[in-house]
Each structure stands twice: as structure tokens, then as C-alpha cells.
């Protein structure tokens, strides 16, 4: 499976950014999915995740109430709508694909990766 990650660029802060993440290949319908990100000088980290049905998601602290992560399994596509981004959200975000079932909020369970997008959040 191929991840594509999208929508990524520059934003002011206070402001909004859609991420899309379409996968190719085969379906991952089944798969649990999250964004994870990571900025110059720093390691990978999680930001979101969502379960294979889209039941159930969840959030790092950081972005709890102002990202909402959702899938489309129709359209096999992932998306990660961030509002009232700050300038500390600036990072490469990654979509990652994991097991049925993982809560897929860790790198360890991360099966495939898609290519970053770039977020720049200007103060």
C-alpha cells in the first residue's frame, strides 16, 4: 500500500489546514490510521489516530480539541482537519497505517508509512 499525504503549507497562526492521506493499492479499510509529525530537531511524534471503523479516535495533549482526525473508507482516505494551529504545530506531518486493531499511537505499530507534507505555522 502507498500513502499519499496532502494539503500541507503555510498558515498563519490562529488559522486552519485540511491534511488528506490517500492510499493506493489496496484498501485499508481495515487498518487502523494516524498522523504523526515531526520537526526540525525533534523525533517522530503522534498526533492523531483512528480506528479501522472511525468509532473511536484519539489525540496527543497538544492538539486534543483543536485537530480532528476522520477517514473515508469509500473513498480510502484519511484526513486531519487542524484548527487554531500555533507556531509549535510547524513540522513534516506523516500518515501511517497500522494493524487491525492497534491503537496505532506509536511508532512501533506503524506498518507503512506515506511521504510527509509540510505544515509551516508563521507567528
Known amino acids: 500500500v502507498q500513502l499519499q499525504a496532502s494539503g500541507g503549507g503555510l498558515v498563519q497562526a490562529g488559522g486552519s489546514l485540511r491534511l488528506s492521506c490517500a492510499a493506493s493499492?489496496?484498501?485499508?479499510?481495515?487498518?487502523?490510521m494516524a498522523w504523526f509529525r515531526q520537526a526540525p530537531g525533534e523525533e517522530r511524534g503522534f498526533v492523531a489516530a483512528?480506528?479501522?471503523?472511525?468509532?473511536?479516535?484519539y489525540y496527543a495533549d497538544s492538539t486534543e480539541g483543536r485537530f480532528t482526525i476522520t477517514r473515508d473508507n469509500g473513498k480510502n482516505t484519511v484526513y486531519l482537519q487542524m484548527n487554531s494551529l500555533k507556531p509549535e504545530d510547524t513540522a513534516v506531518y506523516y500518515c501511517?497505517?497500522?494493524?487491525?486493531?492497534?491503537?496505532?499511537?506509536?511508532?512501533?505499530?506503524?506498518?507503512?508509512w506515506g511521504q510527509g507534507t509540510l505544515v509551516t505555522v508563521s507567528s
Open positions: 493499492g489496496r484498501t485499508i479499510s481495515r487498518n487502523s
Open positions: 501511517a497505517g497500522c494493524p487491525y486493531g492497534s491503537p496505532c499511537q506509536r511508532g512501533s505499530f506503524v506498518a507503512f
Open positions: 483512528i480506528t479501522w471503523s472511525g468509532d473511536n479516535t
